[in-house]
T-cell receptor, first 114, second 116 residues
Framework: AQSVTQPDIHITVSEGASLELRCNYSYGATPYLFWYVQSPGQGLQLLLKYFSGDTLVQGIKGFEAEFKRSQSSFNLRKPSVHWSDAAEYFCAVGEPGSYNKLIFGAGTRLAVHP | GAGVSQSPSNKVTEKGKDVELRCDPISGHTALYWYRQSLGQGLEFLIYFQGNSAPDKSGLPSDRFSAERTGGSVSTLTIQRTQQEDSAVYLC??????????????FGPGTRLTVL
């Protein structure tokens, strides 16, 4: 069965610092990969997604993610964090042909210090 | 509409009562999904609709949970004889097609269910 691991439950960074959120998946082939963000009291918003092709994916709000097949990873990065980026971030995988069902990681809560 | 809407936003009920949660997907989206977000289990898939049929209901935790979709639009998730472990935020999402696996799922704000 597929699984998604986000090793960091909580991360704190200073505003302006760089950010990397880790995501590892377990799946026999290359799944579809997604990063979502959830702000307090809000639904989930898609930041970016990877299906195939270029392994460096650009998303909204200045985020990018890199797919590394050898490490089964899809880490999310941002070069300079803004206070408004404080939220919870979820990595998710979808199995091709499985009707778009998403399997989510446990999430990483990001706090940003001024 | 502009986005996925869900109602009510909050629901408090007593153990043993039935509840209905409603989801209005984005107009024109044929695929609709229900997920549950709880402290202990994280975000879990419940059920997927393609039109009015549900080809994947593998995530429904028990036979107390059911869902339907009518007119290819509105969906209702029903929980019968609620239990305290049903307390969670129930999220609905919709996507344009759903069959390719590459659709973007757009999520609603959720319904927070509290079972006393």
């Amino acid at each position: 069965a597929q699984s998604v691991t986000q090793p960091d439950i909580h991360i704190t960074v200073s505003e302006g610092a760089s950010l990397e959120l880790r995501c590892n998946y377990s799946y026999g082939a290359t799944p579809y990969l997604f990063w979502y963000v959830q702000s307090p009291g809000q639904g989930l918003q898609l930041l970016l997604k990877y299906f195939s092709g270029d392994t460096l994916v650009q998303g909204i709000k200045g985020f990018e993610a890199e797919f590394k097949r050898s490490q089964s990873s899809f880490n999310l990065r941002k070069p300079s964090v803004h206070w408004s980026d404080a939220a919870e971030y979820f990595c998710a995988v979808g199995e091709p042909g499985s009707y778009n069902k998403l399997i989510f990681g446990a999430g990483t809560r990001l706090a940003v210090h001024p | 509409g502009a986005g996925v809407s869900q109602s009510p936003s909050n629901k408090v009920t007593e153990k043993g009562k039935d509840v209905e949660l409603r989801c209005d997907p984005i107009s024109g989206h044929t695929a609709l999904y229900w997920y549950r977000q709880s402290l202990g289990q994280g975000l879990e898939f419940l059920i997927y609709f393609q039109g009015n049929s549900a080809p994947d209901k593998s995530g429904l935790p028990s036979d107390r949970f059911s869902a339907e979709r009518t007119g290819g639009s509105v969906s209702t998730l029903t929980i019968q004889r609620t239990q305290q472990e049903d307390s969670a935020v129930y999220l609905c999402a919709s996507s344009l097609v759903g069959t390719s696996g590459t659709d973007t799922q757009y999520f609603g704000p959720g319904t927070r269910l509290t079972v006393l």
